[in-house]
């Protein structure tokens, strides 16, 4: 999981003054800087990131208030989408959720137009080792290399020869597609709802097999599961989990023998799998496909990883550790090994209150922004520079999370960036936090600078924070 602690942990320490230009570089790059806004990517470490307070003022009300609003609107959309389950209560539960078969009708289906999707996937994408694995329930039989499928008169497009994908099916191969929710706008609108929901980081891979393929054999994941056939019919079982909330390494790979559903699932149905509970898939005489969707749920281990970056914040946790722990040490302030209590105070001063409340907002600030949009309608829009009739949208991922505010501008985060707007439009920005449609005329108007919706809207577009719609 993409924590801010786990981003941070991994190598944060550029090796040269060479590695630390090239860093400012690539930020300065990334950074977009407008008369009203400016965008960069969030720092790692980040500042402090909170989640907004309705009791600290008439924005963050509002922006709480939008934050609300947009997690509703997903709520809903889902439940169209996948009737009869509760999300709202499934993202806060902790280890109450249970398996589940979902009779879900035409409606997702229909949405997904998967087998279009896929098709178009393998056609017009390029698909390198990490976007494109395959799997064996065979353990005699040896990895099958990407460029297999690919032409080899033409390497780097990675892209797939349908001869060798249907050879590789009709050996028993389950063909895996990793990720298409960075690739396909469709699936990638789901996802912007799930992960609103559950504030967490949502993927998709899609997997095809042929008859009596067994893909990965009993497993369980690290991660809940909603399986989504888009064709064929293949042979599920489901076990009970072995232990309560499993992860690896802490808890082995084994399946408990304990089943609790099995049949076959096709298109129209769904599966809800919890992290932990065991499953096993076999084919039919038919080419099938599903949606596999992983949601990666925030867990306590991943807010204690967080104590590394709050605790370089420490100089008694940045100084090295003497030899001999048990020995006199030398500081010029104070150390560890000033007496026996002085890590655990150290780190009940780091904790603090809100400690969670801060690791949570922070990884929530991280996901990144989901968005497909129109060069095109983005120039037109642009060129025109005529806002007034323009209907954008700002499709935030978990919430608009709080940094700071001070007499010129008011520091937000969400989609992995820092968001400075500057005090005078920080109401009208909140507008667009709900994440509906908006047609730029109707926006309140910034009072002695009626043109500031205009230059607010099109600052945002170009820092690719907002999308033009040309459908409603």
């Not at 509760?86 to 229909?110: H, I, K, P, S, Y």
């Not at 067994?214 to 909603?226: A, K, P, R, S, Y």
């Not at 002085?342 to 990884?363: H, K, L, Q």
Request: one cysteine or more; charged letters at 25%.
């Amino acid at each position: 999981m993409d924590t801010d602690a786990a981003g941070e942990a991994a190598g944060a320490q550029p090796a040269d003054q060479a590695e630390v230009r090239e860093k400012a570089n690539q930020v300065e790059a990334q950074t977009f800087q407008g008369k009203l806004v400016r965008v960069s990517p969030l720092p790692r470490p980040a500042p402090v990131v909170r989640l907004v307070d309705a009791s600290a003022g008439p924005l963050q009300a509002r922006l709480a208030e939008q934050n609300a609003t947009a997690r509703a609107d997903s709520i809903e959309a889902l439940a169209k989408w996948f009737p009869g389950y509760d999300f709202a209560t499934a993202a806060q539960t902790c280890d109450d959720r249970r398996f589940t078969v979902l009779n879900l009708g035409a409606e997702l289906f229909d949405h997904l137009d998967a087998i279009t999707t896929v098709e178009r996937l393998l056609a017009e994408h390029n698909l390198p080792g990490n976007r494109l694995r395959f799997s064996h329930g065979d353990p005699g039989k040896t990895g099958l290399r990407p460029d297999r499928v690919t032409d080899p008169a033409r390497p780097q497009m990675n892209r797939v020869r349908p001869g060798p994908l249907v050879s590789a099916l009709r050996e028993g191969w389950t063909v895996i597609i990793n990720g298409i929710d960075d690739i396909d706008p469709v699936i990638g609108g789901v996802h912007e709802h799930l992960e609103r929901v559950y504030g967490c980081r949502v993927n998709t891979n899609v997997y095809l097999s042929w008859g009596e393929a067994l893909g990965f054999g009993q497993h369980w994941d690290q991660h809940d599961t909603i399986i989504v056939p888009a064709a064929g019919a293949k042979l599920w079982k489901v076990y009970e989990p072995l232990a309560l909330s499993p992860m690896r390494p802490w808890v082995g790979p084994q399946v408990s023998p304990r089943p609790v559903w099995e049949g076959y699932l096709e298109p129209g149905m769904a599966l809800v799998i919890p992290r932990g509970w065991g499953h096993e898939v076999a084919g039919s005489d038919d080419l099938a496909v599903h949606y596999t969707i992983g949601v990666n749920r925030l867990t306590g281990t991943d807010v204690v990883e967080r104590l590394r970056t709050a605790g370089g914040h420490q100089p008694i946790l940045r100084a090295d550790l003497a030899y001999d722990l048990d020995a006199p040490a030398m500081a010029y302030d104070k150390s560890l090994h000033d007496e026996p209590d002085s890590f655990r105070n150290v780190v009940d001063e780091v904790i603090g209150p809100d400690f969670m409340a801060v690791a949570v907002a922070t990884y929530r600030a991280r996901l990144p922004v989901r968005m497909f949009p129109s060069l095109y309608d983005l120039w037109a829009a642009v060129a025109d520079d005529n806002w007034d009739d323009q209907i954008v949208r700002m499709p935030v991922p978990a919430g608009v999370h709080v940094i700071n505010r001070d007499p010129a501008v008011v520091r937000l985060a969400f989609g992995d960036q820092l968001i400075e707007v500057a005090n005078p439009v920080a109401d009208l920005f909140a507008e667009l936090a709900d994440c509906r449609s908006h047609r730029v005329g109707d926006l309140p108007e910034v009072e002695d600078a009626p043109e500031a919706r205009g230059q607010l809207c099109e600052e945002l577009v170009e820092a690719g924070l907002l999308a033009i719609e040309t459908d409603t």
